[in-house]
């Protein structure tokens, strides 16, 4: 059974930086679309940062240059490193992964994964 346990959220002022891990217990790392998906209150969720089975990323535009997506296959566990922090970018994190997908054309789509993790609290005060 595939589970998916974030870790990492917290509160930080406005410039700083927090470092997302997502733990996977149940499969494998890597060769297959996970990422990053978020939710602030009262908006939908959002897709944040992905890598696939090639390991290209894909960032939402309002994260590029300060978000980076990473994998460590050893320890089964995907990382998000988040700069240069906003109070907009407060939110509920999660992780999220199908091993049965290698690419996806429109990698922010919810409905493309099938497992998702519960969740971690980041709140940017500014």
């Known amino acids: 059974q595939v589970q998916l346990t974030e870790s990492g959220g917290g509160s930080v002022q406005s410039g700083g930086s927090l470092t997302l891990a997502c733990e996977v217990s149940?499969?494998?790392?890597?060769?297959?679309?996970l990422g990053w998906f978020r939710q602030a209150p009262g908006k939908e969720r959002e897709g944040v940062a992905i890598?696939?089975?090639?390991?290209?990323?894909t960032y939402a535009d309002s994260v590029k240059g300060r978000f980076t997506i990473s994998l460590d296959k050893a320890k089964k566990t995907v990382y998000l490193r988040m700069d240069s922090l906003k109070p907009e970018d407060t939110a509920v994190y999660y992780c999220?992964?199908?091993?049965?997908?290698?690419?996806?054309?429109?990698?922010?789509?919810?409905?493309?994964?099938?497992?998702w993790g519960e969740g971690t609290q980041v709140t940017v005060s500014s």
């Open positions: 999220a992964e199908d091993p049965r997908k290698y690419w996806l054309a429109r990698p922010f789509t919810l409905r493309e994964y099938h497992y």
């Open positions: 149940g499969y494998a790392v890597g060769g297959y679309c």
């Open positions: 890598l696939d089975g090639n390991s290209m990323t």
